[in-house]
């Protein structure tokens, strides 16, 4: 999972640079991938977390 939110942040970071060079598109993209990964991140943290927890009791 820790390698989902290192892309987010990298798709982020991409996108901050490509809009500040005017690339809309590109910024667009990348912004749309680094939302993605991060709710996928997200997702799997909350099923991980839940199954730590019916795996306990």
Not at 2 to 12: K, T
Not at 16 to 34: K, N, P, R, S
């Amino acid at each position: 999972m820790g390698n989902l939110l290192h892309y987010a942040i990298v798709f982020l970071i991409v996108a901050i640079v490509a809009a500040f060079f005017g690339f809309g598109g590109v910024a667009g993209t990348a912004m749309e991938g680094a939302r993605l990964l991060f709710w996928v991140a997200i997702v799997l943290f909350v099923v991980a977390l839940i199954a730590n927890f019916v795996r306990r009791a």
